[in-house]
């Protein structure tokens, strides 16, 4: 293909001095040749287009003349074609000729093959009459919501469902399934002659289908068209969203697209919004410590911080906590990285990366507003902690999160992403690690008599465990089998106070902290807080050294 700008030249649409200017356009911004010159109105777009086409060897449309047969338009389904901006023009040659606006979108026909079952050849037309042509023969979304819906293909109800196409109903009863198994994720592997469907559950992940491997393409596209993603981009990860309603349900759903050495793999969480906020109260604290819970995020300025891996409830925690300081008098701003839940008299902005609102960017901007508490989603690099902190020391209440392993390898961290040691010693408050295990079901788990080696994992020994039985998990109808069912949150508290200050100032090890804090009763380990809901029968000993690093290193030895 010839360089693009010397054909409109060569075919007298362009002059070379407006060739130059809007190469000229084009520095600095991510802009084709074509949009720098429809931008700059140095030329007609018809006749741009022809000349694209052209170079392109690919025929031009006029989609302003004449009209498309009604039996045409039916064969590519709505949310297809709005979605990935193709209009079907004729039958010819045993081929469907579609529309596009973009010669790159000519990959789009291997996709449509597989999603449509027949040859697909392409014309290319200019964007205004491809959204024109769209509007007339499908319709344009009356909003945002209606958009998604459309995109979704999930707004039917139980008697649509059996006009819909087989990919389609497969689908659907994927997401139906994943609701009725409470499942919080839901991952598609395609390998070794087969498509895997799995549902993480309480947790962890059990297989809940398999399909055949000529489904994996025609699969992965109707879920990357439903989370509004480029089906013809399989080489890079994408992300996306897909917003549902399921019986009655309103469903978010945040999907991750990762190329594999197998095909594309995709990772849906489901966020659930029909479900309400869980009040601290009922997160799993002991009375201790929500009492210290609660002291510490009622206090007027500082930060505290929640910890803990991907999946262990930091933004449930930290929801509980803006709801309990949510009152008339307190102005809320949260920058989030997505919005998971709407909170009635709370400020909450979603963080937009491509558009360059990043954290740092709304914390800035945030300031100007007055606030008295702030919630940062994440802490991922110096610029957002060094302004996090600011707010901290200026008579802010500052939430956040970090990933870490325990709540004392947070002081560490910030010190790690390049903030100095006495800004952190100055501005935390409290760091609370946490996180999730299976609760043993109500209905089947039993008592037994633990062995010694396990009284010694909880750190009991003598007296203190005559007659006394934990409980295990065995397997019922309610808990489909596994012994478990829900979740609970093991906690680990941290409180600076003035020792520990002085030696993160100094910058001591972060063995030496823990030692310190520990010592003074500042800091409560995970594993104790894990051995007291194992004796209150809450969840089993198994689950708590699953997630407790020192509980399990003890556990190793003494079983």
């Given at each position: 293909?010839?360089?693009?700008?010397?054909?409109?030249?060569?075919?007298?649409?362009?002059?070379?001095?407006?060739?130059?200017?809007?190469?000229?356009?084009?520095?600095?911004?991510?802009?084709?040749?074509?949009?720098?010159?429809?931008?700059?109105?140095?030329?007609?777009?018809?006749?741009?287009?022809?000349?694209?086409?052209?170079?392109?060897?690919?025929?031009?449309?006029?989609?302003?003349?004449?009209?498309?047969?009604?039996?045409?338009?039916?064969?590519?389904?709505?949310?297809?074609?709005?979605?990935?901006?193709?209009?079907?023009?004729?039958?010819?040659?045993?081929?469907?000729?579609?529309?596009?606006?973009?010669?790159?979108?000519?990959?789009?026909?291997?996709?449509?093959?597989?999603?449509?079952?027949?040859?697909?050849?392409?014309?290319?037309?200019?964007?205004?009459?491809?959204?024109?042509?769209?509007?007339?023969?499908?319709?344009?979304?009356?909003?945002?919501?209606?958009?998604?819906?459309?995109?979704?293909?999930?707004?039917?109800?139980?008697?649509?469902?059996?006009?819909?196409?087989?990919?389609?109903?497969?689908?659907?009863?994927?997401?139906?399934?994943?609701l009725a198994e409470r499942a919080s994720?839901?991952?598609?592997?395609?390998?070794?002659?087969?498509?895997?469907?799995?549902?993480?559950?309480?947790?962890?992940?059990?297989?809940?289908?398999?399909?055949?491997?000529?489904?994996?393409?025609?699969?992965?596209?109707?879920?990357?068209?439903?989370?509004?993603?480029?089906?013809?981009?399989?080489?890079?990860?994408?992300?996306?969203?897909?917003?549902?309603?399921?019986?009655?349900?309103?469903?978010?759903?945040?999907?991750?697209?990762?190329?594999?050495?197998?095909?594309?793999?995709?990772?849906?969480?489901?966020?659930?919004?029909?479900?309400?906020?869980?009040?601290?109260?009922?997160?799993?604290?002991?009375?201790?410590?929500?009492?210290?819970?609660?002291?510490?995020?009622?206090?007027?300025?500082?930060?505290?911080?929640?910890?803990?891996?991907?999946?262990?409830?930091?933004?449930?925690?930290?929801?509980?906590?803006?709801?309990?300081?949510?009152?008339?008098?307190?102005?809320?701003?949260?920058?989030?990285?997505?919005?998971?839940?709407?909170?009635?008299?709370?400020?909450?902005?979603?963080?937009?990366?491509?558009?360059?609102?990043?954290?740092?960017?709304?914390?800035?901007?945030?300031?100007?507003?007055?606030?008295?508490?702030?919630?940062?989603?994440?802490?991922?690099?110096?610029?957002?902690?060094?302004?996090?902190?600011?707010?901290?020391?200026?008579?802010?209440?500052?939430?956040?999160?970090?990933?870490?392993?325990?709540?004392?390898?947070?002081?560490?961290?910030?010190?790690?992403?390049?903030v100095k040691p006495f800004l952190v010693?100055?501005?935390?408050?409290?760091?609370?690690?946490?996180?999730?295990?299976?609760?043993?079901?109500?209905?089947?788990?039993?008592?037994?008599?633990?062995?010694?080696?396990?009284?010694?994992?909880?750190?009991?020994?003598?007296?203190?465990?005559?007659?006394?039985?934990?409980?295990?998990?065995?397997?019922?109808?309610?808990?489909?089998?596994?012994?478990?069912r829900g979740r609970v949150a093991l906690?680990?508290?941290?409180?600076?106070?003035?020792?520990?200050?002085?030696?993160?100032?100094?910058?001591?090890?972060?063995?030496?902290?823990?030692?310190?804090?520990?010592?003074?009763?500042?800091?409560?380990?995970?594993?104790?807080?894990?051995?007291?809901?194992?004796?209150?029968?809450?969840?089993?000993?198994?689950?708590?050294?699953?997630?407790?690093?020192?509980?399990?290193?003890?556990?190793?030895?003494?079983?």
């Amino acid at each position: 293909m010839a360089d693009l700008g010397q054909a409109l030249v060569d075919a007298g649409v362009l002059s070379e001095p407006d060739l130059r200017k809007a190469q000229g356009h084009q520095r600095g911004r991510e802009l084709g040749i074509v949009e720098a010159i429809l931008e700059l109105g140095l030329a007609p777009a018809e006749k741009v287009y022809r000349v694209t086409a052209k170079n392109a060897g690919m025929p031009f449309v006029d989609l302003s003349r004449g009209r498309i047969a009604a039996e045409v338009v039916d064969l590519v389904p709505a949310e297809i074609a709005i979605d990935q901006g193709v209009m079907p023009l004729m039958e010819k040659g045993g081929k469907l000729v579609v529309a596009v606006d973009d010669p790159l979108k000519r990959i789009l026909a291997e996709q449509l093959e597989f999603l449509l079952g027949r040859e697909i050849a392409c014309a290319l037309a200019t964007p205004a009459a491809l959204k024109e042509a769209l509007t007339k023969n499908y319709g344009a979304p009356a909003d945002n919501s209606a958009e998604l819906a459309v995109a979704s293909g999930m707004g039917v109800g139980e008697g649509d469902e059996e006009s819909d196409a087989p990919i389609v109903r497969l689908v659907t009863r994927t997401f139906q399934d994943a609701l009725a198994e409470r499942a919080s994720d839901i991952h598609v592997e395609p390998g070794h002659g087969r498509v895997r469907v799995r549902f993480r559950v309480d947790g962890m992940l059990r297989d809940v289908a398999e399909h055949p491997a000529h489904l994996a393409a025609p699969l992965l596209s109707r879920l990357k068209i439903m989370a509004r993603m480029d089906i013809a981009e399989k080489r890079k990860p994408q992300d996306g969203r897909i917003s549902l309603n399921l019986g009655g349900r309103d469903v978010d759903v945040r999907a991750s697209v990762l190329p594999s050495n197998h095909g594309e793999t995709m990772v849906m969480r489901l966020l659930d919004r029909s479900a309400n906020l869980i009040p601290l109260q009922d997160l799993g604290f002991g009375t201790q410590q929500l009492s210290w819970f609660l002291n510490t995020i009622k206090r007027p300025s500082g930060i505290v911080l929640v910890t803990g891996p991907t999946g262990s409830g930091k933004t449930t925690t930290l929801y509980a906590a803006l709801s309990e300081l949510n009152r008339s008098d307190v102005k809320i701003i949260t920058a989030e990285d997505p919005v998971e839940y709407h909170l009635s008299g709370v400020n909450q902005v979603q963080v937009t990366p491509r558009i360059g609102l990043t954290f740092s960017r709304i914390l800035r901007a945030m300031l100007r507003c007055a606030p008295n508490v702030i919630l940062v989603g994440e802490i991922r690099d110096l610029e957002t902690a060094e302004i996090a902190i600011q707010a901290a020391l200026t008579g802010h209440l500052v939430f956040s999160t970090l990933h870490t392993n325990d709540a004392p390898s947070a002081l560490t961290r910030l010190v790690d992403l390049g903030v100095k040691p006495f800004l952190v010693s100055a501005s935390v408050n409290a760091v609370l690690g946490q996180r999730l295990v299976r609760r043993l079901c109500s209905k089947c788990s039993e008592e037994y008599e633990p062995s010694e080696g396990e009284w010694r994992v909880l750190g009991l020994e003598g007296d203190s465990i005559k007659g006394r039985k934990l409980r295990k998990p065995r397997g019922c109808t309610a808990c489909e089998g596994n012994g478990y069912r829900g979740r609970v949150a093991l906690y680990e508290t941290l409180t600076l106070d003035g020792n520990l200050r002085d030696m993160v100032f100094r910058g001591e090890s972060l063995a030496s902290i823990e030692r310190a804090a520990e010592g003074a009763g500042s800091l409560q380990k995970l594993s104790i807080d894990g051995a007291q809901k194992a004796l209150a029968g809450v969840t089993s000993l198994s689950e708590v050294l699953r997630v407790s690093r020192a509980a399990h290193a003890a556990g190793l030895e003494a079983l």
